[in-house]
């Protein structure tokens, strides 16, 4: 069985500025698919980034990246610029390949922006 | 628009009632699934349904059932054998899996629920 741990459930950074979420996961798999999800407080799910385990190239979507380390199965979700509308929780996901689109969460980090 | 819709945002119920939870997807969607959220939590998978007519248990199934006679609608059943089922429930849809790859799930507004 996977599991996904957030060890941040709370974390707070100024408008503009760049904050790093941490998550980690255990699988014996070697194909597999990570995502980030962001739950805003309409908690609407919201697909932020996913990352195939078989790309050595980190995502990136405008402000939202990934740093991806197989070995060391981790993978941390950087904010930059970071802007009101980021307050949310959000989720770190796994989900194997061949495994019908079953998705495992993390516990979440809450992420609240300051003005 | 397409979309996933769940009725009602908000529901109540007494303590040993059953109560039915909504969804239908206009999305042309496969599979289907349930999630619980806890306050604090993550979502927890309760059953999904890759197909009509068939259905697997996910990790809390237990005090839970569900029907999938149509493809547009998945209802998942709280009975009065879940010892806790206050929470916010959600339901998504996607493609199903090829196996080569993956398909997106797409998620719901969500359904509150509170046990009186």
């Known amino acids: 069985a996977q599991t996904v741990t957030q060890s941040q459930p709370e974390m707070s950074v100024q408008e503009a500025e760049t904050v790093t979420l941490s998550c980690t996961y255990d699988t014996s798999e070697n194909n597999y698919y990570l995502f980030w999800y962001k739950q805003p407080p309409s908690r609407q799910m919201i697909l932020v980034i996913r990352?195939?385990?078989?790309?050595?190239q980190n995502a990136t979507e405008n402000r939202f990246s990934v740093n991806f380390q197989k070995a060391a199965k981790s993978f941390s979700l950087k904010i930059s610029d970071s802007q009101l509308g980021d307050t949310a929780m959000y989720f770190c996901a796994f989900m194997r390949n061949n495994a019908g689109n079953m998705l495992t969460f993390g516990g979440g980090t809450r992420l609240m922006v300051k003005p | 628009d397409g979309g996933i819709t769940q009725s009602p945002k908000y529901l109540f119920r007494k303590e040993g009632q059953n109560v039915t939870l909504s969804c239908e997807q206009n999305l042309n969607h496969d599979a289907m699934y349930w999630y619980r959220q806890d306050p604090g939590q993550g979502l927890r998978l309760i059953y999904y349904?890759?197909?009509?007519?068939?259905?697997q248990k996910g990790d809390i199934a237990e005090g839970y059932s569900v029907s999938r006679e149509k493809k547009e609608s998945f209802p998942l059943t709280v009975t009065s054998a879940q010892k806790n089922p206050t929470a916010f429930y959600l339901c998504a849809s996607s493609f199903k899996s090829t196996g080569i790859s993956y398909n997106e799930q797409f998620f719901g507004p969500g359904t509150r629920l509170t046990v009186l």
């Open positions: 349904s890759q197909i009509v007519n068939d259905f």
């Open positions: 990352q195939e385990a078989y790309k050595q």
